[in-house]
């Protein structure tokens, strides 16, 4: 089982930008397809965004596309979250996560998917 750690979140004003980072232990890591997903304060869990084992395929809410970018660098067992023009609204826990099956071609989104969860990053944005 594939062990996950967020790192980068931070204090940010409206417009900014930032990049996390999820490292992952073990060395099938480069076999998983990996998520982001965030929860805000009294919200739920949702979906962010995906890229498939290989880095081949992304997928991304349409919240956050083109102004966010998932890539993953399988020899570091990392994947990045580069967030640009970030609202007040992107605040929230980002949680990085990783699929329950190895060499999905295409990243799911659905949180059941998902069998392993790093403990999350605080991204929060000013105004």
């Known amino acids: 089982q594939v062990q996950l750690v967020e790192s980068g979140g931070g204090l940010v004003q409206a417009g900014g930008s930032l990049r996390l980072s999820c490292t992952g232990s073990?060395?099938?890591?480069?076999?998983?397809?990996m998520g982001w997903f965030r929860q805000a304060p009294g919200k739920e869990r949702e979906f962010v965004v995906g890229?498939?084992?290989?880095?081949?395929?992304?997928y991304y809410a349409d919240s956050v596309k083109g102004r966010f970018t998932i890539s993953r660098d399988n020899a570091k067992n990392t994947v990045y979250l580069q967030m640009n023009s970030l609202k007040v609204e992107d605040t929230a826990v980002y949680y990085c996560a990783a699929d329950r099956f190895r060499n999905r071609y295409y990243p799911p989104a659905n949180q059941g998917d998902f069998g392993a969860w790093g403990q999350g990053t605080q991204v929060t944005v000013s105004a």
């Open positions: 890229i498939s084992w290989s880095g081949e395929n992304t």
């Open positions: 073990g060395r099938t890591f480069s076999s998983y397809a």
